[in-house]
């Protein structure tokens, strides 16, 4: 199989007829054998029952259905370990991710890039959106070193390595440009056009940006540190340590000079408090190295059900 094209979709079923239409077209030009696996994130409007129409009629459209709806890292942890192709090309149900763009993709992934990732320049979303994302965007890039300008685009692809290599998990899927990028994988940006959304209303509220901040603080972490944890934590510790020493060692030098009483000064508990928490980060630090060295996989069988696999 050359080509997989892997569509998370919850309660997308106005949208499937016309995205159907438009990928077998572009699809068909491409000459490349390809399937279209649809991973339906536990919709309730005939979503599924119109996945398995369109199977009926072609058997290059594949389908997952879950139990319930557990999120988009889970549909694309669930339909790349289901992904046949060479090439795995990931875009959104709501028909604003283009499919004529395929090509372009692949153009690049045969030049040698790993992984190509989607940028919508003209977006076509509420200014509430845009603008937290844009900020996000930026935030994202000065944190990590890698230097894009959408991590939150759905439109990308990938080489069979990478969706090999990579892990999602939680709301981890807009961060693996990140998580290819420390494996060494080569990354490119695409422009892409983005179209209004036709049927339907978005799926995300504010609450995504609270847990995109809160997943960047957790990326940043895997990305640098879960390899050596006591850097990080040993690193903190040590300089709360030493300045706790500092000023413990001020306060004995104050003792001895006959500047007494000392029990009762603030600066007496800041110099234990300090002393006390940097003895701690030293030992998070430790017993995190000591957990690295043990923990070498991650098990992502549980982060999702299957109901029913259309094949």
């Given at each position: 199989?050359?080509?997989s094209?892997?569509i998370?979709?919850?309660?997308?079923?106005?949208?499937?007829?016309?995205?159907?239409?438009?990928?077998?077209?572009?699809?068909?030009?491409?000459?490349?054998?390809?399937?279209?696996?649809m991973?339906?994130?536990?919709?309730?409007?005939?979503?599924?029952?119109?996945?398995?129409?369109?199977?009926?009629?072609?058997?290059?459209?594949?389908?997952?259905?879950?139990?319930?709806?557990?999120?988009?890292?889970?549909?694309?942890?669930?339909?790349?370990?289901?992904?046949?192709?060479?090439?795995?090309?990931?875009?959104?149900?709501?028909?604003?991710?283009?499919?004529?763009?395929?090509?372009r993709?692949?153009?690049?992934?045969?030049?040698?890039?790993?992984?190509?990732?989607?940028?919508?320049?003209?977006?076509?979303?509420?200014?509430?959106?845009?603008?937290?994302?844009?900020l996000?965007?930026?935030v994202?890039?000065?944190?990590?070193g890698?230097?894009?300008?959408?991590?939150?685009?759905g439109?990308?692809?990938?080489?069979?390595?990478?969706?090999?290599?990579?892990?999602?998990?939680?709301?981890?899927?807009?961060?693996?440009p990140?998580?290819?990028?420390?494996?060494?994988?080569?990354?490119?940006?695409?422009?892409v056009?983005?179209n209004?959304?036709?049927?339907?209303?978005s799926?995300?509220?504010?609450?995504?940006?609270?847990r995109?901040a809160?997943?960047?603080?957790?990326?940043?972490?895997l990305?640098?540190?879960a390899?050596?944890?006591?850097?990080?934590?040993?690193?903190?510790?040590?300089?709360?340590?030493?300045?706790?020493?500092?000023?413990?060692?001020?306060?004995?030098?104050?003792?001895?000079?006959?500047?007494?009483?000392?029990?009762?000064?603030?600066?007496?508990l800041?110099g234990i408090?300090?002393?006390?928490?940097?003895?701690?980060?030293?030992?998070?630090?430790?017993?995190?190295?000591?957990?690295?060295?043990?923990?070498?996989?991650?098990?992502?069988?549980?982060?999702?059900?299957?109901?029913?696999?259309?094949?």
């Amino acid at each position: 199989m050359d080509l997989s094209i892997v569509i998370p979709c919850f309660n997308e079923r106005e949208s499937l007829p016309e995205l159907f239409r438009q990928l077998t077209a572009v699809l068909e030009r491409t000459k490349r054998s390809y399937e279209i696996l649809m991973v339906d994130d536990g919709s309730s409007d005939g979503t599924w029952d119109y996945v398995a129409e369109a199977h009926e009629d072609d058997e290059r459209i594949r389908g997952i259905r879950f139990r319930r709806n557990f999120g988009k890292s889970a549909a694309l942890t669930a339909g790349f370990a289901e992904a046949r192709g060479d090439v795995v090309i990931t875009l959104d149900a709501d028909l604003q991710d283009d499919p004529d763009e395929i090509p372009r993709f692949l153009e690049l992934i045969d030049e040698g890039v790993d992984m190509v990732t989607g940028w919508k320049q003209n977006r076509q979303d509420p200014l509430e959106k845009t603008l937290p994302s844009r900020l996000f965007n930026r935030v994202t890039s000065r944190l990590t070193g890698l230097d894009l300008h959408d991590f939150n685009c759905g439109f990308k692809g990938y080489r069979r390595a990478v969706i090999d290599e990579i892990r999602v998990q939680g709301d981890m899927h807009r961060f693996i440009p990140v998580l290819a990028h420390q494996q060494g994988f080569a990354i490119a940006e695409l422009p892409v056009k983005h179209n209004p959304r036709r049927h339907g209303k978005s799926k995300y509220g504010f609450e995504r940006y609270l847990r995109g901040a809160t997943d960047l603080v957790t990326i940043i972490f895997l990305t640098k540190y879960a390899q050596r944890p006591g850097h990080l934590f040993g690193g903190g510790g040590l300089l709360l340590g030493g300045a706790g020493f500092a000023i413990c060692l001020y306060m004995a030098i104050l003792w001895f000079l006959g500047f007494r009483p000392i029990g009762n000064r603030p600066l007496l508990l800041l110099g234990i408090l300090l002393l006390i928490m940097g003895v701690q980060f030293v030992s998070i630090g430790l017993i995190g190295e000591m957990l690295s060295r043990l923990t070498t996989t991650t098990d992502t069988s549980h982060a999702f059900s299957i109901r029913e696999r259309l094949d």
